[in-house]
C-alpha cells in the first residue's frame, strides 16, 4: 500500500505565527493580567489583538515605551504568580543579565516555567523570556521577544524587545529611570517576602510530616492499644483525614493532591 506523502499543517499554532506583524483588528478575549484593562468594570475580558491575543491596552503602553516591574499593577491572582516566577530569577541591576535558575527541560534543553494561560495558547509551559515580557511590558499574548545581549537564559526586562508590534526601547532612559530602580528595589523586597514564606511553609510541612509519619505507625502498628487507634481514626474521619486519603506514591500520610503542572511539557 503507498501512503501519501506527508504535509504541514496549514493552520500553524500561536508560535508558528509569532514572528507575523500584529494585526489592525481586536475582539473580546481573556481578561488581561493587569488591572484596569477589562472591559469594564464588572467584565471578565479584555479587548485583544486577533493576530497574537495580545492586549490592546498593554500593546499600545509598549508602543509609548512603558514598562513596569510594580507587581501591585497586576491582578491579585496573578502576583503570586508572579513572585514564583521572579523568585527563580537573579535580579541584578538594569545593565546585567538576569539569568534564569528555574526549571530546564531535560529533552531541548530549553529553560521553561509552567503557566496555564487558557484563552490564549494551549500551551503549559512558557520560556521565561516570554513570561517576564508579560510581567513588564504588558500582557502582549504570544508576540515574539528577543533579548539585546542574545543570552537565552536572560530575564532582564531591560535586554528584553518585544517583536512586530513597534515598542519604543530608549535603554539609557531605562537604566537610568529612578522610577524603575525603585521598583527593581520593590521587587526584591516582595520575592524576599516569598521566598521566606514558601520556606516557612515548606519547614512547617516538614514538621507536620514527622507527626502524621508517628501516628501513621501508630495506626498501622498491630500491638498498639485499640482505644488509642480507634480515637485516632475516629478523630481522623471526623477531620477528614482518614487513611483512605493518603497517596499511595507519597511517603507518610494524608497528603495534599500533588500539583503536576511542572511535569507537563509544551511549546515555547
Known sequence: MIMAEAKPSSTPGPYGRRNVQISNTAEEGELCIYTGHSLGRFSSHSMRFDSHQACTRCVAAAREGRMSLDIETLL?????????????????????????????????????????????????QHHPQRVAMWF???????????????????CNPFHLIPQNIGVFVDQDSYIESFELACQIHSLKQAVGEYVLEQAMKEEQRLDETEDIEARAAMLLNPDSIFGERFEAVMT??????????TEPDEPGLYRAPTDNEEEEEGEY
Not at 523568585?87 to 538576569?98: F, K, L, R, T
Not at 511590558?137 to 545581549?149: E, N, P, R, S
Not at 481522623?236 to 487513611?243: F, P, T, V, Y
Request: hydrophobic share 30%; proline share 4%; with cysteine.
Open 136 to 154: 513588564s511590558w504588558g500582557d502582549l499574548g504570544y508576540t515574539a521577544v528577543k533579548t539585546t545581549c542574545g543570552e537565552k537564559y536572560c
Open 76 to 124: 491579585k491572582k496573578n502576583r503570586i504568580k508572579a513572585l514564583k516566577f521572579w523568585s527563580q530569577v537573579e535580579i541584578g541591576a538594569p545593565d546585567e543579565c538576569w539569568m534564569w535558575g528555574g526549571c530546564i527541560n531535560n529533552r531541548t534543553q530549553q529553560p521553561q516555567f509552567a503557566w496555564r494561560r487558557p484563552g490564549i495558547t494551549s500551551s503549559t
Open 236 to 245: 481522623d474521619m471526623l477531620k477528614g483525614q482518614h487513611i483512605s486519603q
